[in-house]
């Protein structure tokens, strides 16, 4: 049984997974570009209010990693086994770790200041292109973290084209990774400002940047699985294990930088408890 959201979405778009996972992707898109453009008129949050915002992001992923991905890949698409999702988890996580290590964390990006463990190729440049690499450097790390996100959203739809009780937990992964974009797309803006980039340019490029790697993702996934259906529950860990490794390495770490655990945290529990409550009444 679908719930009114599910039959309105479904009677206004369709059940083409190429439809859908468009839709879905220009949803999350959409949300990113708006947290980015927060930044035109919330010209300096706290770095408290940041950590807050970011801790609600990590507990909207984590529990949407669980409720919509993981659980669902094994009870529904592998009939009990887990382990053709655990196996995804896995994979998820290994693309994650080995991505990251061409192209550098985030947790020195998130906040303009460089981890002493970090490597910087970019030092032996003068002071100018120092700020440009950095600019670079800081679009491409967040790109690289926005892809679980894509990715998830298209898989969540592809699943509900197999299955259409399956529509109601599309759409609320869908609206929670909406959601947890906008004070992930307001933080990372806060960011390139500190690095140096216009407030007016990098909102513009943090909408085409997020459009760019969410939408085909979403469009991917959404196909991918209803082509080659057996690969659903993998699919499903992959996007869920990288989701939960950008959590763990970056999100949660950075939150936790500044002397703001506690603020961080009841963000993150008040993130799981809106995913949770999303997932419920969308499925029911």
């Not at 369709?14 to 879905?24: E, F, I, S, Y």
């Not at 973290?145 to 592809?158: Q, Y």
């Not at 869908?174 to 400002?193: D, H, K, R, T, Y």
């Amino acid at each position: 049984m679908q719930s009114g959201l599910a039959e309105a979405f479904s009677s206004l778009v369709g059940t083409d997974p190429l439809v859908t996972g468009l839709v879905g992707g220009l949803v999350i898109a959409g949300m990113n570009l708006f947290g980015a453009s927060l930044v035109l008129v919330w010209r300096d949050p706290s770095q408290e209010a940041l950590d807050t915002a970011l801790g609600f992001a990590a507990g909207v992923m984590l529990a949407a990693a669980f409720t919509s991905l993981i659980i669902p890949g094994i009870e529904e698409y592998s009939g009990g086994n887990p382990i053709p999702t655990l196996v995804g988890v896995g994979l998820g996580a290994l693309f994650l770790d080995q991505a990251d290590r061409f192209i550098p964390h985030a947790h020195y990006l998130l906040t303009g200041s460089k981890r002493e463990d970090a490597a910087h190729p970019s030092e032996s440049l003068p002071v100018d292109d120092q700020r440009l690499a950095g600019v670079v450097l800081f679009i491409l790390a967040i790109t690289l973290h926005n892809m679980p996100e894509g990715l998830a959203v298209g898989v969540g739809f592809g699943a509900a084209a197999t299955d259409p009780s399956q529509l109601g937990g599309a759409l609320a992964l869908m609206l929670a990774i909406g959601i947890q974009n906008v004070p992930e797309g307001l933080a990372v803006s806060v960011a390139a400002v500190n690095a140096g980039l216009d407030r007016r340019l990098y909102a513009v490029v943090a909408g085409v940047r997020a459009g760019v790697v969410e939408i085909p993702l979403a469009i991917l996934g959404a196909v991918a699985v209803t082509l080659v259906e057996p690969l659903l529950p993998y699919a499903m860990g992959f996007a869920a294990g990288a989701m939960l490794f950008v959590i763990s390495d970056e999100i949660i770490p950075e939150t936790h930088r500044s002397g703001h655990e506690r603020v961080a945290t009841l963000g993150l529990m008040a993130g799981a408890i809106v995913m949770l409550y999303l997932d419920i009444s969308l499925a029911a």
